[in-house]
């Protein structure tokens, strides 16, 4: 079931990704909806990671206290 659904997901994908090929040599305009659309989610999907990345490195940056390893005073 997982499978079909990441299979469904990798057409859509390669689907957006035709179109935004073809309206960049001026396809149809239902062509550069659905590229204008892929390439937001893109747009949104580096926001994410670029937040998230921002995210972990603020809290490993923060204090080096706690159970950071070490040999746990044995």
């Known amino acids: 079931m997982i499978g079909l659904l990441l299979l469904g997901l990798l057409v859509l994908v390669i689907g957006g990704c035709v179109c935004v ?3 960049d040599r001026g396809g149809p305009g239902w062509v550069r909806l659905v590229a204008h659309a892929t390439q937001g989610a893109g747009e949104l999907v580096r ?3 670029k937040d998230r990345r ?3 490195r ?3 940056s923060g204090d080096s206290g706690g159970d950071g390893g070490g040999d746990g005073g044995q």
Do not use: H, L, T
Request: aromatic share 8%.
């Open 21 to 23: 090929v073809w309206a």
């Open 58 to 60: 603020s809290i490993g």
């Open 47 to 49: 926001r994410a990671a």
């Open 54 to 56: 921002r995210r972990s």
